[in-house]
């Protein structure tokens, strides 16, 4: 087994870069169908999820195979290749098989134990089986991840350390108060119609939201979730289905909306929230200067430097606690000459009324503190103490009229609408910090042993694979010297009867098969602990075996389980 994956996630990259490299549906497949075709990898198969890319491959070399699936990844996802490999992880073997399996746990997830994923892994392994890049390796590595995330899920709470991005998502919305009490009676807009919107407009139906409007680019698509809402016998939500171009009405009527479709740009910018903003309240959104907020109904702050005055000679941006005449901090950590240019520039009176009216109504201590620290830069040169700015009081945000969460990466929804007031925008990045600090249950160690265990037991199995194959050739060769004897023998003795040459064949036979059973049964066993690899090729060594008959083994053992396959699951 040379399993190895390469890729990104929230937890290596940015939320910026996990954008830009997302892949569509074309370059999934794009992907796929090139990385089967490089020469290190036999098969592949890829988890794209909205918080992760990874590529996952069988490969005959390890530092070829990295090469080569870096740069595929970075090819496909646009983003340079220099750009890209501080944020890649690469795990090989065990590791990539432990991997997998605590992603598939939700141990890896940005909601720890959310269970979304393994329909995503699901989704991932019909990808590569309907593209024919995933092989016995990956089917078996795939199937065994839904299984071990199933009874992580099953044996464990591991569902209580977490729940889905939805349900996290809303519980960010709702300030931390109960969720169904605070969508009690809103009306919601859902935009998309995929998994991820499906799963957003139940939750919101079981959390007891009034209305549900659906908006899809397929308009059968938000059609028919609608029905499925409205049908729904543990809700009495209320669904219809709008076009797309209907969003922007829809805004001002909505309480809260979620986005989460395949869009490659935005699908809400900051100023279509403003305008449904001022459709809801009738009041126009401005930004207050200097915090980054925007609200009407909040004066702007005075300015706090008196150095922001032209001809000032002071470097501000210098400055790390800012500037003020006034106090200590003026002249923290300046050298002598800087002071005395500032001192020049204040004695030639370059700074406003207002300002030298301030410096006039300073308390005379003050002035004795400048001269006191005037005198100690001129001994040493710099002041040794720079106190830290006073806190500067922010405007409390005022109480949002509109709720949004974004689902998507690449995100549907302008950032920059975290700046408009009266809107709560919980997306992607925001939900990263938020759940970096969320509390981890005691049954996430549970989960782990589980994982530990299970990967232990992969990898026994996928060795004693490995080695079937050269026993089933050992076997065949045996066989084949049986008959070649015994063929022998009826020309040396024709005139033995059927029951006579049956006798002789069966005692040849069981000799045979005593003698290969404990060396071949032994073998399986060595060969399924770790470092027992090695095994099949000693095997094949001692008893002089055609490595080309014990590939076509192994090329039959895959036809016949594909065949399988193909039938139907067991």
């Not at 020469?39 to 592949?44: D, G, H, L, M, V």
Request: glycine letters at 8%; a negative charge; charged letters at 25%.
């Amino acid at each position: 087994m040379s399993l190895l994956v390469v890729g990104l996630s929230h937890r290596s990259a940015p939320v910026s870069v996990l954008e830009r490299a997302s892949l569509n549906t074309d370059a999934q497949i794009k992907l796929l169908q090139d990385t089967v075709a490089a020469e290190p990898a036999a098969e592949a198969a890829l988890l794209a999820t909205c918080n992760r890319i990874e590529l996952y491959a069988d490969v005959d070399k390890f530092h070829a195979g990295v090469a080569e699936l870096s740069t595929l990844l970075a090819q496909h996802s646009g983003v340079g290749l220099e750009e890209l490999t501080p944020y890649l992880y690469v795990h090989y073997e065990d590791r990539a098989v432990h991997h997998l399996f605590s992603v598939a746990c939700g141990l890896d997830s940005m909601v720890v134990g959310e269970g979304q994923i393994l329909g995503q892994i699901k989704d991932s392994l019909a990808k590569a089986q309907e593209l024919h890049s995933a092989g016995r390796l990956q089917n078996d590595l795939f199937q065994q991840a839904l299984r071990v995330g199933k009874r992580a899920h099953s044996e464990t709470g591991i569902d209580r350390a977490g729940q889905s991005l939805v349900t996290f998502g809303l519980e960010q919305l709702s300030g931390g108060s109960d969720v169904r009490t605070w969508a009690r009676g809103k009306k919601a807009l859902v935009i998309g119609a995929g998994s991820m919107s499906s799963l957003a407009a139940a939750t919101l139906a079981r959390a007891g939201v009034g209305e549900i409007v659906i908006a899809n680019r397929t308009a059968d698509r938000a059609e028919r979730l609608a029905q499925i809402l409205t049908e729904g016998d543990d809700t009495d939500v209320l669904a219809r289905a709008v076009p797309m171009d209907a969003v922007p009405i829809e805004l001002t009527r909505a309480d809260v909306a979620v986005s989460c479709t395949g869009a490659t740009g935005l699908v809400l910018t900051a100023e279509t929230i403003s305008a449904a903003v001022e459709g809801r309240t009738g009041q126009p959104v401005a930004e207050i200067a200097g915090t980054g907020d925007t609200r009407t109904d909040v004066r702007p702050l005075p300015p706090t430097s008196v150095g922001a005055d032209e001809n000032c000679p002071l470097d501000l941006a210098a400055v790390q606690s800012g500037f003020s005449v006034m106090g200590e901090a003026a002249v923290a950590g300046m050298d002598a000459a800087t002071l005395e240019q500032h001192a020049a520039w204040v004695d030639n009176g370059t700074v406003t009324v207002d300002r030298r009216e301030a410096l006039r109504s300073a308390p005379e201590a003050d002035a004795e503190l400048i001269s006191a620290l005037a005198a100690t830069v001129a001994t040493v040169g710099r002041i040794p103490e720079r106190r830290k700015p006073e806190p500067v009081a922010e405007v409390p945000r005022p109480e949002p009229v509109l709720f949004l969460l974004d689902l998507a990466m690449p995100r549907d929804i302008d950032a920059a609408v975290h700046r408009l007031a009266g809107v709560r925008l919980v997306d992607i990045e925001s939900l990263a910090e938020a759940s970096a600090d969320a509390p981890m249950a005691a049954d996430v160690d549970q989960v782990r042993r589980i994982v530990s265990d299970e990967v232990a037991a992969f990898g026994a199995a996928q060795r004693a694979a490995h080695i079937t194959p050269t026993v089933v050739a050992l076997r065949t060769m045996a066989a084949d010297v049986v008959a070649s004897e015994i063929a022998r023998l009826d020309g040396r003795l024709p005139g033995l009867d059927e029951k006579q040459r049956g006798e002789i064949t069966q005692t040849v036979r069981r000799v045979v098969d005593k003698l290969l059973h404990a060396p071949t049964v032994r073998v399986k066993q060595l060969a399924a602990e770790p470092g027992g690899a090695g095994y099949a090729d000693a095997l094949r060594t001692l008893f002089d075996l055609d490595p080309e008959t014990v590939a076509s083994v192994s090329r039959a053992e895959d036809s016949t389980e594909k065949n399988a396959k193909n039938r139907g699951p067991a």
